[in-house]
């Protein structure tokens, strides 16, 4: 089992950077796929990217692609989400999610989540 725990959202100006940082507890946190969600007030919890356990492959949802990175550090048990050029249709709670599965871009694939960060972009 593993706890994630999110930070690094706040308050942004469109154009802006922020980057999301989850920390995983436990030792095995290289043998999980990674992904960040999102869900915004009113609407479902969508993919925004995943990276696979080394880090080799990653996917992104095309609304984000181009302007988001996703990476990890396995010694430090974090994943990250790197964004920029933000818009206030980024507007959401970020999750950081781990999966037991070799890939899984959808949130019922997933099997771990955390609390979630809020991200506020201000036009």
């Known amino acids: 089992q593993v706890q994630l725990v999110e930070s690094g959202g706040g308050l942004v100006q469109a154009g802006g950077s922020l980057r999301l940082s989850c920390a995983a507890s436990g030792r095995t946190f290289s043998t999980y796929l990674m992904g960040w969600f999102r869900q915004a007030p009113g609407k479902e919890r969508e993919f925004v990217a995943a990276l696979s356990r080394s880090g080799s492959r990653t996917y992104y949802a095309g609304s984000v692609k181009g302007r988001f990175t996703i990476s990890r550090d396995n010694a430090k048990n974090t994943v990250y989400l790197q964004m920029n050029s933000l818009k206030p249709e980024d507007t959401a709670v970020y999750y950081c999610?781990?999966?037991?599965?070799?890939?899984?871009?959808?949130?019922?694939?997933?099997?771990?989540w955390g609390q979630g960060t809020q991200v506020t972009v201000s036009s």
């Open positions: 999610a781990a999966g037991l599965r070799d890939w899984a871009i959808t949130p019922n694939e997933y099997d771990y």
